[in-house]
C-alpha cells in the first residue's frame, strides 16, 4: 500500500509540473476589457512580498489613478487583530508578465489609517531623502545574488539528497548540465522582468552551484528600490512555474561555499564627470566613519545575518572592519581598474546582504555621502508626510 501511495503522489507530482510547463487555457478567456491589478507590499519580515489582485474598469495611464487598498496587517506580522487594516498606497506600475495584456503589477507602500507611514514602510524616509538629492544624480546598480532550492526548500536544486557536488570552481559563469543548475528559472526570470519593464541589465551564474546573480540598473534615485523589489517578486513567481523555491539568505550553505550578496554600485554626477574619482575616493573617509552604521542598514537583522557572510572569507571583508581597494574583491568597497585608470565612474560597496532592503541601503548611502555633512553629521530626518503621488517614478 505504501509504495502504491508513493507511486501515485509522484504521477500526482509530475502531472501538476506538466500542467505549470503549458498554456493555462483559462489565460486565454476574453477579461471583457477589464484589468487585472496586483497589489505588490513588503511585509512586516521586511523581506518577504506580499500581494493581491483587484479589478480595474481601464488600465491606468498614471500611478496617480489607482485607488488605495488595505489589508489585513494581522495576518502579514504588520498589526493587531483589534485594528488589522493597512493602507497600500500605490507607488509604481509594471507590466504583468504572466497575465500578460493590459494587467498591470503594483507596487505599493503601507501606511496607518491616519496617513502616516508604517514602521515597516523604508520606502517613504528613501525617497524623501532622495528628492533631497536629486541635483547630485546618485545612479545606482545592484547585483541581486539567490539561491534556488528545491520544491521542499531542504536542498538547494540538483544538489546529491544526502552529499554535496564537487567544490567550487567550475561553476562560476560556466556551461554543462554538470556545471550550471536552473539555466531556465534564470532565462524566465530575465524574460519575465524585461517584459514587465524592470530595469534588468545582466544575469550570470555563480560561484557555488544553484546560485545565480542578475542585475538591476543603472537607476536613479528611488527607482533602485522599486525595481530590485518588483523583480524579487518576479523571481519568486517564477520560481512557483518550475516547482522550486527561491532563498535570498546570504550564507544558504555553512561551509567551503560562497554566500550571496547585494552588491551596490553607486555614483553621482561629479563622480562621473571628468576627474571623479577624487570624489570617490574623498567618500571613502564618509564610508568608513560610518562603517558600523552601514552594517545595520545591509541586512534586515541589523547585521547579524551579514555576520555569516561578511568573514574576510569566499571574496568578502571582515564585518568587522571597513577597507576599500582597486579590483580588490576581499574589500568592503571595490573600485573597479577601469574606474582607476581613466580617473571617474562609480565604486561598488561589496557588505550588502542578499536579503537586505534596497530602500534602506541606498537611503543609508546618500545619507553617508550627501546628506549628514549638509546638517553638521546629525542627520535630521524629514518630518512631514510626503504624497506619495509626487514621490512616484513611474507617471
Known amino acids: 500500500e505504501y509504495k ?17 510547463s503549458s498554456n493555462n487555457p483559462y489565460m486565454d478567456l476574453d ?3 477589464k484589468v487585472m491589478a496586483y497589489y505588490i507590499w513588503i511585509d512586516g519580515s521586511g523581506q518577504n512580498l506580499r500581494g493581491k489582485t483587484r479589478t480595474l474598469e481601464k488600465r491606468p495611464s498614471c500611478v496617480h489613478e489607482l485607488p488605495d487598498w488595505n489589508f489585513d496587517g494581522s495576518s502579514t506580522n504588520q498589526a493587531v487583530g483589534e485594528n488589522s487594516d493597512v493602507i497600500i498606497k500605490p507607488v509604481a506600475i509594471f507590466r504583468d508578465p504572466f497575465r500578460k495584456g493590459d494587467n498591470i503589477l503594483v507596487l505599493c507602500e503601507t501606511y496607518h489609517h491616519d496617513n502616516t507611514p508604517h514602521p515597516t514602510n523604508k520606502r517613504h524616509e528613501c525617497a524623501a531623502n532622495m528628492r533631497r538629492v536629486q541635483d ?37 559563469c560556466g556551461v554543462g548540465t554538470n556545471r550550471v543548475y536552473g539555466r531556465d528559472i534564470a532565462e524566465a526570470h ?33 527607482e533602485m528600490g522599486d525595481h530590485l523589489w518588483v523583480s524579487r517578486w518576479i523571481l519568486c513567481r517564477v520560481a512557483e512555474d ?34 571623479g574619482l577624487k570624489h570617490i575616493e574623498a567618500a571613502m573617509a564618509k564610508f568608513e ?12 537583522t541589523g547585521g547579524k545575518d551579514n555576520a555569516r557572510r561578511l568573514t574576510g572569507r569566499h571574496e568578502t571583508a571582515s564585518i568587522n572592519s571597513f577597507n576599500y581597494g582597486v579590483a580588490n574583491r576581499g ?24 536579503n537586505a532592503d534596497p530602500y534602506d541601503v541606498t537611503n543609508r548611502i546618500v ?11 546629525s542627520f535630521i530626518k524629514t518630518p512631514e508626510i510626503i504624497d506619495c503621488n509626487q514621490i512616484s517614478v513611474n507617471c
Not at 541581486?144 to 531542504?154: G, S
Open 242 to 275: 518550475f516547482n522550486v523555491n527561491i532563498s535570498f539568505d546570504p550564507k544558504p550553505m555553512p561551509g567551503d561555499w560562497n554566500g550571496a550578496g547585494c552588491h551596490t554600485n553607486i555614483s553621482t554626477k561629479v563622480m562621473r564627470e571628468t576627474g
Open 367 to 377: 545619507k553617508t555621502m550627501l546628506l549628514e555633512e549638509e546638517s553638521g553629521n
Open 4 to 20: 502504491s501511495y508513493l507511486s501515485k503522489n509522484q504521477g500526482l507530482t509530475e502531472k501538476k509540473q506538466k500542467m505549470r
Open 136 to 172: 547630485s544624480e546618485p545612479w545606482f546598480g545592484i547585483e541581486q545574488e539567490y539561491t534556488i532550492y528545491d520544491e521542499n526548500f531542504k536542498h538547494p536544486y540538483r544538489w546529491p539528497k544526502n552529499g554535496f557536488p564537487g567544490p567550487q570552481g567550475p561553476y562560476y
Open 31 to 33: 477579461q471583457r476589457r
Open 190 to 222: 530575465y524574460r519575465a522582468c524585461l517584459y514587465a519593464g524592470v530595469k534588468i541589465a545582466g544575469s550570470n551564474a555563480e560561484v557555488m552551484p544553484s546560485q545565480w546573480e542578475y542585475q538591476v540598473g543603472p537607476c536613479e534615485g528611488i
Open 331 to 354: 574589500a568592503s568597497i571595490r573600485i573597479p581598474r577601469h574606474v582607476a585608470e581613466e580617473g571617474c565612474g562609480y565604486f561598488e560597496d561589496r557588505r550588502p546582504s542578499s
Open 289 to 300: 566613519a560610518k562603517h558600523e552604521e552601514h552594517i545595520r542598514a545591509y541586512d534586515p
